[in-house]
């Protein structure tokens, strides 16, 4: 053999002697070389090493050069980390939005349990996308460019939220509706609208929050504009969830 090709090939093996160690044989070689590798094929004076299962990455060594081969262990890799439950991932997306946005965690989490029962994937029958339903037209005007990913639907949703509590002077009621229905619908019938879904929707995040409130041990509680206020504050939801409860 030439030198240059002598020199090629110490080369190449050497390259390949630092590859991760994924196979499950081992060449040693004459010049002190060692190849992990898959498999091998002795095909007379060139023995073929397939370094992986697929039969297309091989190199092949004059078989002259193999002292022999030996069998190696393969590590096996670590398991992966269990991911952590959705509930613990969800919750620090909520808390955080909650901070930014100045929105009661809780509200949040009413919002997004009457929206999409906590299902991240939930898209309606009229397009409305995520845990907080964003529909198409308002998720383009947050800047939310994917509506199915949860921590940008959360602070999307929650921003929203702001925005109808700002809108409506901090009235919960009027916020919940508009959420619901549009704000269009709220400004026509100049309340909470006349309609059994919107009615339904706006009882069922009240009473979802004064029932939260009732086994609450903290140092917050909810005013009735859904900002977070001191607990030494009068001002709660459940004088108006007691009305808007028993109006629907």
Known sequence: MKLANKIGIAAGLLALASLPASAAEMANLQ???AIRHARHEVRGSVT???LAETTDNYIDVPTAEVLGFEEIETPVAPAPAPAPPPAANLDEMVSAASTRNNIDR???LSVIRAESGFNPDAVS???AQGLMQLMPQTAARLGVQNALDPATNVEGGTRYLGQLLARYHNNLLLALAAYNAGPERVEQYRGVPPFRETRVYVARIIRDLNR???TQRGPQTLSSTGRSVDQNSKATT???AARVGAGS
């Open 125 to 127: 029958r009229k397009g």
């Open 212 to 214: 939260k409130r009732s």
């Open 238 to 240: 459940t004088a108006s």
């Open 31 to 33: 010049n002190g070389f």
């Open 48 to 50: 073929r090493l397939y």
């Open 106 to 108: 809780d509200l949040i």
